[in-house]
């Protein structure tokens, strides 16, 4: 305890020492989630402040002469990907930034693969707001905690390296795309050892992970907080948590592109997502039309970030839909529900392994910018499909290399289908699963 102290102290003070102005960043967000009804006033003065610096520093923007946020036309990743310099502002524009900008990668929850640029700003304010939205479940920073990540996309540790841990940090790191029955014991032994107070990961592996605990009666000492996002939480996993293991559970809901957007009252209804509205405001549009979506109405999301200044995105749609729970008299929405889609399935290799894919697969095929966007459907207990749009004749050249990849993934007996379309469809929710499960083998 007194490490934790004395880190989070060193921390503050080194903050204030360098003057990244992250402990000002900090308790302004606080100060937004304590009182969201009384900060409407400086929450309107962050909206017009990005919409007037994005047209009078990008390209894209220019034109618009118009101050009211629908006078601004409703964005995708495609649109931005084929115009990512008309989005981009020049470095010596940017504000406070320091060296390079920060490339930040995504294929997002609807396989969509996406790449944009963020300033040392909005990097700051994103560490802050975490910092600031732990603390509402009394999560302090440097506490222990196990955090899984997919080594092959993020790290260069090697394929042998499952699980590491940064004493600086007192995070123990685990590849959510190895867990085996071996592995699992490994970290099961490491939570225990480590005092593991929290665990940050996809509620893929929250499954697996609690699963395992479960039904191999693991006796894990401490009371343990899960914090789960980018898919929507099943029931059955809630249960798991809260009333067999005693845990507490929350939601999170949030995106590479804008960070943590807001989360589910803790062990509580697990559909409905407070946001934070610190950073970004929050729209539901018709899902055909730009108008506001009605009461109790499906519709796409739609934010509009305050903090990245290297490339503004205004009235980005994200790619998912989901209903409006509260709103202000001017559209902002503070509460969504019924959050359709955000669901990666595991599927099972030859040999009954079940892996996480999206965490498992190479970036050449999750992330690759000839890929517009991509699709993997597990048919039958070794038949699989992975399905791509893109550039027919270039697909087609690649897609033997990418059946080698997904060979040495799922096991070489592994029949792979690939197929090559102009669009991948969507479901009657207006939703892409990026993953899904058609073989049920307990079933």
Not at 191 to 204: A, F, N, S
Request: charged share 25%; aromatic share 10%; net charge neutral.
């Amino acid at each position: 305890m007194h490490f934790v102290r004395i880190k989070r102290a060193c921390f503050w003070i080194k903050d204030f020492i360098t003057r990244t102005g992250m402990w000002q960043d900090y308790k302004y967000v606080t100060n937004i989630l304590n009182h969201p009804e009384t900060t409407i006033e400086e929450r309107r003065k962050e909206l017009q402040a990005i919409l007037e610096y994005a047209k009078q520093n990008t390209v894209f923007y220019s034109s618009i002469k118009g101050n009211r946020l629908s006078d601004f036309p409703v964005v995708s990743k495609k649109i931005i990907n084929d115009n990512i310099e008309q989005f981009s502002v020049n470095n010596e524009l940017i504000p406070g930034q320091k060296g390079e900008l920060h490339l930040q990668k995504t294929s997002g929850s609807t396989g969509n693969p996406f790449r944009f640029y963020q300033d040392t700003l909005c990097r700051t304010r994103r560490i802050a707001t975490i910092k600031a939205v732990n603390e509402l479940v009394h999560f302090h920073s440097f506490e222990p905690l196990l955090h899984f990540r997919s080594f092959k996309h993020y790290y260069s540790w090697g394929d042998s390296v499952n699980m590491i841990w940064k004493k600086n940090l007192n995070i123990l790191y685990a590849d959510n795309s190895t867990l085996t029955p071996e592995n699992l014991n490994k970290i099961t032994t490491e939570i225990i050892r480590r005092k593991i107070k929290y665990i940050r990961g996809y509620l893929t592996s929250i499954d697996i992970l609690t699963e395992y605990i479960v039904r191999n009666n693991v006796n894990i000492p401490q009371k343990i907080t899960i914090f789960t996002g980018g898919e929507t939480v099943r029931e059955s996993v809630r249960s798991r948590v809260v009333d067999i293991l005693h845990w507490d559970m929350v939601s999170q809901y949030a995106n590479e592109e804008n960070g943590v957007l807001g989360q589910a009252a803790l062990n509580g209804p697990l559909d409905v997502f407070h946001l934070y509205l610190a950073n970004c405001f929050v729209e539901i549009l018709k899902i055909d039309s730009d108008e506001p979506a009605g009461k109790d109405e499906l519709g796409r999301v739609v934010v509009t970030d305050y903090t990245n200044k290297a490339m503004p995105l205004i009235r980005y749609e994200i790619g998912d839909l989901a209903i409006a729970a509260a709103t202000t008299t001017d559209h902002e929405v503070t509460a969504i529900k019924g959050l359709a889609g955000r669901e990666t399935e595991y599927i099972y290799t030859t040999d009954g392994t079940r892996i996480d894919l999206f965490n498992s697969v190479s970036e050449e095929i999750y992330n690759n910018p000839i890929i517009y966007q991509w699709q993997f459907i597990q048919l039958d207990e070794k038949e699989y499909k992975l399905i791509l749009c893109g550039d027919r004749e270039v697909l087609n050249c690649k897609s033997e290399h990418y059946k080698d990849l997904l060979l040495n993934l799922l096991g070489n007996d592994a029949i792979i289908s690939i197929e090559i379309v102009t669009a991948i469809p969507v479901k009657d929710s207006g939703k892409r699963k990026l993953v899904e499960q058609h073989y049920h083998p307990n079933h």
